[in-house]
């Protein structure tokens, strides 16, 4: 028997629009949850809010912009309005850059660290109130370079290591009030993330690049992360490589960063 009931509770996903916020859209509403996408993109979280309510679920998209604050609070205000509160908020939304440090302007990777730390703090300080009068639950989908290096991902892997720290701290301030807080850490998955990478000038790279190892999909991604949330866990480590690379950097790093190189200079080297 599960820790955590899904059916009846309010779920609020960020970066809702695609890949892995949409599927998780679809699977916590098919166990009877109440979903609201928030992406910038309103048109492609109307797209996934469709979807869900055509399978008879109830869902609801909402345009969100999670650097800034007031349109986090709107967000927030309009599931309160519609459904009384929120119960789970799972801050998904992120972005990423494919460029070496040296060759990237500052601005790219401030933007970077704003929308993966700053959204999901911001989101979680406009959701606070609700989380801990409902006993809720935060989920903060991070990435293997949130514990581990890698390479041309400067300010993406400073964002997700900073996620873990903050989240993982956050948990024990919020074990008093019976609110929980799981830590997801993926691999590479289909989710089109590196596709819209930014170059070092900002501007969306659009071209294609072999992942390492076998990609996830988002399906599996969302049912792994809801069997998760269900058993109350505190982290999920998604695949294979991700669990290799948390060993492997832990007890070996100098092995670790000649293989990281070794699999992902050559696109740095044709820039």
């Known amino acids: 028997m599960s820790k955590r009931s899904v059916s009846g ?57 999670v650097c800034d604050a007031d349109s986090r609070v709107a967000a927030i205000s309009a599931v309160q309005e519609r459904w009384g509160g929120v119960d789970v908020l799972i801050n998904n939304a992120g ?54 290096p890698l390479l041309g991902r400067t300010a993406y892997a400073a964002s997700k290591h900073a996620m873990s720290g903050f989240f993982s701290t956050l948990r024990a301030e919020l074990a008093p009030h019976g609110v929980s807080v799981l830590m997801v850490y993926p691999a590479f998955t289909d989710t089109g993330l590196d596709k819209s990478a930014l170059d070092k000038s900002g501007e969306a790279m659009n071209s294609d690049r072999k992942p390492v190892g076998k990609q996830m999909t988002p399906e599996f991604v969302a049912k792994a992360i809801l069997a998760a949330a269900e058993a109350d866990r505190r982290e999920l480590l998604l695949s294979p490589v991700a669990k290799a690379s948390r060993w492997l950097w832990r007890f070996t790093p100098r092995l670790y960063e000649r293989m990281m190189v070794r699999s992902q200079q050559a696109e740095f080297d044709a820039q």
């Open 95 to 148: 972005i990423t850059h494919r460029s070496l440090f040296a060759d990237t302007e500052d601005r790219v990777l401030a933007k970077v660290i704003e929308v993966n730390l700053f959204g999901a703090i911001g989101c979680t300080r406009a959701a606070w109130s609700d989380l801990i009068a409902r006993k809720g639950q935060i989920i903060a989908i991070s990435s293997v370079a949130g514990f581990a």
């Open 9 to 65: 509770k309010v779920v609020v996903i960020t970066g809702g629009g695609g890949g892995i916020g949409a599927a998780l859209g679809e699977v916590w509403a098919a166990k009877g949850a109440k979903v609201a996408l928030l992406d910038l993109n309103l048109e492609a979280a109307q797209a996934a809010a469709d979807k869900v309510t055509a399978a008879g679920h109830e869902a609801m998209a909402l345009s969100c912009n």
